[in-house]
């Protein structure tokens, strides 16, 4: 991890989640977070790249609930331009599964 995978943690809620909060963070799990960065920053270009991302409801009461959001993990292949998403809480080996399909395929899609 680090070299040719980078993983990003983005908090939706930059009020609560600030840099030292994200820091404690770093101290669950794992004691090698090379390649893991806990971002936060501007709320609107976190809305944004949430957007973006397609990390909201389509309800706007609920999108607007910072405790009712679904996690996901969004993934792709920087070099082929293939992205693809699934929710965070499904099994390991269905997210592994999804990430090799889109890291070894080889044909480029249009940017």
Do not use: C
């Amino acid at each position: 991890m680090g070299k040719d995978i980078l993983f990003l943690s983005i908090s939706i809620d930059p009020d609560e989640d600030d840099p030292e909060t994200l820091a404690l963070y770093r101290e669950y799990g794992s004691s090698d977070w090379e390649g893991w960065l806990h971002l936060t920053g501007d709320f609107d270009e976190i809305e944004t790249l949430r957007w973006v991302l397609g990390a909201y409801d389509l309800d706007p009461e609920l999108d607007s609930d910072k405790t009712e959001h679904a996690g996901i993990v969004t993934f792709g292949n920087d070099n082929t331009n293939w992205w693809a998403a699934v929710p965070a809480l499904i099994a390991p080996e269905e997210v592994a599964d999804a990430i090799i399909r889109i890291a070894g395929n080889p044909v480029k899609q249009p940017r």
